[in-house]
């Protein structure tokens, strides 16, 4: 319950944002609802004058509108005949709808006459508008279909019937398709209308009244059910049964709270009812669910519709742990450190953004995190949920970015790769470990499992930092750019796994080093950097050293003698630009113990070992280029 006690305080924190729309992107916007509302795309509008009269009507092209809603309405289907209170489909506000070739499949309740029974009930209430008066004015007079035939919205065949679906045929009577069926309703019957009133004293369109929004609320609240304890906040008020679905998207059947069965063995025999079971208020489950979904669509990650969502109840910005140094330095609008040395520079930085979020700490800040997905259509679970202080959430950010670090040349920024030091993100790890080609359900289930290693410091599991390395030590299996972007994640994954085991090491070379798997792979980078040289730019043929990789870690000392051989035409063609390197091997081989050059499979230090002394022979070979 505690998740549901955090929406619900984020949406009372959040009260003057409701009702407003909020565009995201192209063709994409949000809007923190009301309670007793939700949205549908309106297919016709129509526009009543003061006097309940009809003014107008244009068709629409599948317009998102923020409609009253009982809960008998939310979760209607097939011929149950619930009626929104307001804005509805044509067999419900169109009182002439069988007169123009309507079907109704329950005679015994016609949609119309319990639509205009709700409506003239809201409408003759104390907590009426002019606006919902207008509306039922209009409505009652049973002849909606035939003003929008008037209006040249909707159609009619030789029969005086409403066309259902457009045929060429009525292309020589009609003229062009009308555009009632190109707006996204199945056909004309099926179209949803919503109502506008013109008066003089309130300008603002229906949707987006707020009087309109107080005025059923409080209607609505009236008709709700007894008062019983709610097991969120502790008071007696209205309950409910039924919570609310389109969670994630509007096509969203599935929901987190549901105890609608009592034939199917929902209870297993525990309770008689869902109530003695948990008891949740109606204008709670309405505020929490409002708010998760406000939330999901302002900032939530979605992959393969499992959301992760981080947020905090007070508004205030929170970073998010599935992403990487890059990203978080972004956000924060602060500079990138271009030519990273050792990684402290901008890992500074990265600790210093973190902690910019620290400035707006108040009192009891909180951080909630939560990852949500279902099973099926119809059922939702929270996988994950974590509440946490404000201060100490920032504080396990800054010790992951600092333990999980490493230089990454993968981003790009304005048309440019950027060096940065730091975590990477969540999405590339699974990439990195799985392939570029792994399934959405692959890649959520990866970044489901690293949370709780940044958020409650617990170790990286195993398998992932073990796939990782076996696919950075076979770069001839891929992309030279994507094996690059596999070794530096594979290195921070590495570099985590050792922190956590009390050992130091970053991405600068240690050449005090005597690690045998650190040794050999400082042997391969040299290697690699030798004949890279000497095959020249315009050669973009893999090494030795990288073909041989996947072996190499396997049988080092049998592997490296192979290498070695294969060395001597290249080390030839440089003549005495060689002699630097031909010198860093016998170097770096004077420091093995002699019983550790052996075939023994090498650990992942070899990884760390071979990037770091690659990237000191390149940033020496930049140096002299610069001199």
């Known amino acids: 319950m505690s998740w549901l006690l955090q929406l619900y305080k984020t949406y009372e924190e959040n009260l003057e944002q409701v009702g407003k729309t909020v565009i995201k992107g192209e063709d994409r916007e949000y809007t923190l609802l009301p309670i007793s509302h939700t949205t549908q795309n309106a297919h016709i509008e ?53 007169k123009y070739g309507g079907k109704i499949k329950n005679q015994d309740e016609v949609p119309f006459d319990t639509y205009i029974k709700n409506l003239k009930e809201w409408a003759e209430s104390p907590y009426a508008t002019e606006k919902v008066k207008c509306i039922y004015t209009y409505l009652k007079k049973g002849r909606l279909i035939e003003d929008l035939v008037s209006e040249g919205v909707l159609w009619l065949d030789e029969n005086e019937q409403l066309i259902e679906k457009w045929d060429k045929k009525y292309e020589e009577t009609l003229g062009e398709k009308p555009t009632i069926f190109s707006s996204g309703t199945t056909d004309q019957f099926s179209a949803f209308v919503r109502f506008n009133v013109f008066h003089p004293e309130s300008f603002d369109d229906v949707w987006k009244d707020q009087e309109m929004y107080k005025s059923f609320i409080a209607f609505y609240n009236d008709k709700l059910g007894q008062d019983d304890i709610c097991y969120v906040t502790g008071e007696r008020r209205p309950g409910t049964e039924r919570h609310a679905n389109k969670i994630r998207h509007a096509a969203d059947k599935a929901k987190l709270i549901s105890a609608n069965d009592s034939t199917g063995f929902t209870f297993r025999g525990r309770f008689k009812t869902s109530q003695e079971a948990v008891g949740i208020s109606y204008e709670v489950s309405q505020k929490a669910h409002n ?69 707006d700490l108040h009192y009891q800040p909180e951080v909630n995190i939560l990852v949500l997905d279902s099973a099926t259509t119809g059922r939702m679970a929270v996988l994950y949920y974590r509440n946490m202080n404000k201060e100490l959430y920032l504080h396990r950010l800054e010790e992951w970015h600092e333990s999980c670090a490493w230089e990454h040349r993968y981003r790009r920024e304005e048309n440019e790769f950027v060096s940065f030091y730091g975590a990477p993100a969540t999405k590339d790890i699974a990439f990195a470990a799985y392939g570029p080609r792994a399934s959405e359900k692959v890649v959520k289930g990866l970044m489901e499992r690293m949370l709780p290693c940044i958020v409650d410091k617990r170790q990286i599991p195993k398998d992932i930092v073990r796939s990782a390395f076996q696919r950075a030590s076979n770069p001839v299996s891929m992309e030279r750019w994507e094996w690059e972007k596999t070794v530096s994640i594979t290195c921070a994954l590495i570099r985590k796994m050792l922190v956590d085991k009390k050992e130091e090491c970053d991405v600068s070379l240690d050449q005090s080093s005597t690690d045998r798997s650190y040794l050999f792979g400082r042997l391969l980078a040299v290697a690699d950097v030798l004949e890279r040289g000497a095959l020249g730019k315009d050669e973009t043929r893999a090494t030795n050293a990288i073909r041989y990789m996947n072996s190499y870690a396997k049988n080092p000392a049998r592997t490296w003698k192979t290498i070695q051989e294969s060395l001597q035409p290249y080390q030839a063609r440089l003549g005495t630009k060689a002699t630097y390197l031909s010198k860093l091997i016998d170097e770096i081989s004077d420091q093995f113990q002699i019983e550790d050059f052996n075939n023994a499979p090498l650990t992942e230090k070899y990884l760390l070992g071979f990037y770091s002394q690659r990237r000191e022979l390149y940033k020496k070979k930049e140096e002299v280029t610069n001199e």
């Open 291 to 359: 708010a998760l979904k406000w939330l999901i669509h302002r900032q939530g990650k979605t992959i393969d519709d499992r959301v992760f969502l981080v947020w905090s109840h007070d508004d205030s910005p929170v970073p998010n742990p599935n992403e990487d140094g890059f990203d978080i330095m972004k956000h924060a609008n602060r500079e990138f450190e271009r030519e990273p040395d050792t990684g402290q520079i901008f890992a500074g930085e990265v600790k210093k953004a973190i902690s910019g979020y620290k400035n």
């Open 46 to 98: 129509v526009t009543i004058d003061e006097d309940g009269d009809f003014s107008s009507a244009r068709p629409l092209k599948k317009q998102s509108t923020l409609i009253p809603c009982t809960e008998e309405a939310a979760s209607r289907s097939g011929s149950k005949v619930a009626p929104y209170p307001l804005h509805d489909k044509l067999s419900y506000v169109a009182g002439d709808y069988v």
